[in-house]
């Protein structure tokens, strides 16, 4: 009333307030920071391996008493920058040398291709039962049971993707083996025409002694025709199959319970909808 009387209609809007301070404040903010560093184990505190919500509000009770409950602190975690997700693995470190040459050599020997010639980078990926179970839409309350088969039966897709023309070729097998790599580099072989140029990375079944006896004798009328490299140890991100192998399970091989064949069927569908 007396903002009114001084200031008329202008004054009945409401002024900026300080509200009430955060529980969490700025040194509570820096021992959450330090903590998601560490692990409770590191802090003898519990046996555990990663840090929750109501471990944490725990601890701020202990060490600073701060008494705040866990979604307080899930609050204070989002406005510091973090989320609730999953790590990521993480490879062993690569040799960068050996990195540099390879990856050289690979550039290079495409960069000398003539038109006679197809360059596939091939790769194999496990298709399993039972996958990982990710994230999915549900009703609250509804969480879905998805049930685990007596075994967790798989199969593998061996594939090859045509760098230059874009084409994706993709067998079916059991496992991943050197005889069975051999018999679908023979259908590679039947598929295509003129000089190939066959990159791939350095999994057991690609460097074995059986594979280079096979690349020196069964095939030695054929080496006219098949150039192979290998790509870095432990560089997924070196060979463009392994995208599609991810996009591909993240499509069709998560949180549903098929049958091996209807899984192969689903896959088969994603490859021959691809542009």
């Given at each position: ?5 001084e ?7 409401d ?20 903590l ?34 866990p979604e307080?602190v899930?609050?204070?975690?989002r ?44 790769d ?15 009703p609250?309350?509804q969480?879905r ?11 593998a897709?061996?594939?090859?993707v ?8 993709t ?10 790599a ?8 039947a ?5 190939v140029?066959l ?14 006896e096979w690349?020196m004798?069964?095939?030695i ?7 192979v490299?290998?790509l870095?140890?432990?560089?997924p991100?070196?060979n ?7 996009e591909?399970k993240?499509?069709?091989?998560a ?9 192969e069927?689903?896959?088969l569908?994603?490859?021959d909808?691809?542009?």
């Amino acid at each position: 009333m007396d903002r009114f009387d001084e200031e008329g209609p202008p004054g009945l809007h409401d002024r900026e307030r300080e509200g009430r301070s955060r529980k969490i404040d700025e040194e509570a903010e820096e021992k959450l920071k330090r903590l998601l560093k560490t692990f409770p184990l590191e802090e003898g505190k519990e046996a555990a391996s990663r840090w929750t919500a109501p471990q944490l509000a725990r601890h701020l009770k202990e060490e600073l008493d701060v008494d705040v409950r866990p979604e307080t602190v899930r609050r204070a975690l989002r406005r510091l920058g973090f989320s609730w997700t999953r790590p990521r693995r993480k490879l062993p470190p690569t040799d960068g040398e050996e990195y540099q040459r390879r990856m050289s050599e690979v550039v290079e020997a495409i960069g000398e291709v003539g038109t006679e010639t197809t360059v596939l980078f091939e790769d194999e990926t496990e298709i399993k039962r039972f996958p990982p179970l990710r994230r999915m839409w549900q009703p609250v309350g509804q969480q879905r049971a998805v049930d685990v088969p007596p075994t967790n039966e798989d199969f593998a897709f061996y594939g090859v993707v045509d760098v230059l023309e874009g084409g994706v070729f993709t067998e079916r097998y059991p496992k991943e083996i050197s005889e069975l790599a051999f018999s679908f580099l023979e259908s590679v072989l039947a598929r295509t025409t003129g000089r190939v140029l066959l990159v791939w990375d350095q999994a057991r079944w690609h460097t074995s002694g059986m594979v280079t006896e096979w690349m020196m004798t069964e095939w030695i009328e054929k080496q006219d025709r098949l150039e192979v490299l290998l790509l870095p140890p432990r560089a997924p991100e070196t060979n463009p199959i392994e995208d599609l192998w991810r996009e591909m399970k993240r499509a069709v091989a998560a949180c549903l319970e098929r049958s091996l064949d209807r899984l192969e069927e689903a896959c088969l569908q994603f490859l021959d909808q691809l542009s």
